[in-house]
C-alpha cells in the first residue's frame, strides 16, 4: 500500500493564480482531511469528507474549495490564491467506523506551497 | 468549539533525561487524545493516544496521562535519545465534533535532545 499521497510536492504559484492538490489514499477509508501548516500554529483544518460525494467547512475554510468526487480522492482548490495562502497543506485519512474504532489520522507528505 | 493548549513551545533536554509536554483543552466532551511526532520535513504520525475512559497509557519509553476533572493530558518521554528531537503535537477530538471526528491541534512542541 502506498497509503497517502499526494500531488505535487511543491509549486509556487502567482497571486490571482488557480491550482488543485491532489490527495490519494488505497486504504479504503471513509473520511478525508484537509490541513494547512503554518509556522508556530500547529496544523489548522480547512476542509474535510465523511464518504464520497460529501465535504463540509473546517476552521479556515475560505479561499478553499474542494471536491471528493472518488472515495479515494480528495481535491483541494484554490481559485484565486494569495500570499497568506503560502504554507504546507497536509492530507489526512482515517477509517473511522464509530468511537473507539479507527480514529487515527494517516498523512500524506505535505505539499508545499509558495504564493508570491 | 474545542480549543487546545499545549505547552512549552520548545524544550531542551540533556540525552538520557525524561521530556514532558502538557495540553489543556476546553470542551469536558472530548474523548480522544492522540500525539503525533513530526520529523523536519516530514509527515506527523501518531505515537500514542489515549480514549477517556483511560487514565495513563504506555508504550515502551513514552507515556501519556490524562486528568478529565483538570481537563488536561501529558506525554512524557524518557530516557530520550536524538533520534527524539522533534516536534510533538497534541490533539482532542471533541464529542460535539460528531460522526466528522475533527482533530484539533495544540500549537506544537519543538524537542531538542543534546547529546
Known amino acids: 500500500n502506498a497509503g497517502v499521497t499526494q500531488t505535487p510536492k511543491f509549486r509556487v504559484l502567482k497571486t490571482g493564480q488557480s491550482m488543485t492538490l491532489l490527495c490519494a489514499q488505497d486504504?479504503?477509508?471513509?473520511?478525508m482531511y484537509w490541513y494547512r501548516q503554518d509556522p508556530g500554529m500547529g496544523l489548522r483544518l480547512i476542509h474535510y469528507s465523511v464518504g464520497e460525494g460529501t465535504t463540509a467547512k473546517g476552521e479556515v475554510p475560505d479561499g478553499y474549495n474542494v471536491s471528493r468526487l472518488k472515495k479515494q480522492n480528495f481535491l483541494l482548490g484554490l481559485e484565486s490564491a494569495a500570499p497568506s495562502q503560502t504554507s504546507v497543506y497536509f492530507c489526512?485519512?482515517?477509517?473511522?467506523?464509530?468511537?473507539?474504532?479507527?480514529?487515527?489520522?494517516?498523512f500524506g507528505p505535505g505539499t508545499r506551497l509558495l504564493v508570491l | 468549539g474545542e480549543n487546545v493548549e499545549q505547552h512549552p513551545s520548545t524544550l531542551s533536554v540533556q540525552e538520557g533525561d525524561s521530556a514532558v509536554i502538557k495540553c489543556t483543552y476546553s470542551?469536558?466532551?472530548?474523548?480522544?487524545f492522540p500525539w503525533y511526532k513530526q520529523e523536519l520535513g516530514k509527515r506527523p504520525q501518531l505515537i500514542i493516544d489515549?480514549?477517556?475512559?483511560?487514565g495513563e497509557k504506555k508504550d515502551q519509553r513514552i507515556a501519556v496521562t490524562l486528568n478529565k476533572t483538570a481537563k488536561h493530558f501529558s506525554l512524557h518521554i524518557t530516557e530520550t535519545q536524538p533520534e527524539d528531537s522533534a516536534v510533538y503535537f497534541c490533539?482532542?477530538?471533541?464529542?460535539?465534533?460528531?460522526?466528522?471526528?475533527?482533530?484539533?491541534f495544540g500549537s506544537g512542541t519543538q524537542l531538542t535532545v543534546l547529546p
Open positions: 470542551d469536558s466532551a472530548s474523548n480522544y
Open positions: 490533539a482532542a477530538i471533541p464529542i460535539s465534533s460528531g460522526s466528522a471526528r475533527q482533530l484539533t
Open positions: 489515549i480514549r477517556s475512559n483511560v
Open positions: 486504504m479504503n477509508h471513509e473520511y
Open positions: 489526512a485519512s482515517t477509517p473511522f467506523r464509530g468511537q473507539g474504532y479507527g480514529e487515527t489520522q494517516y
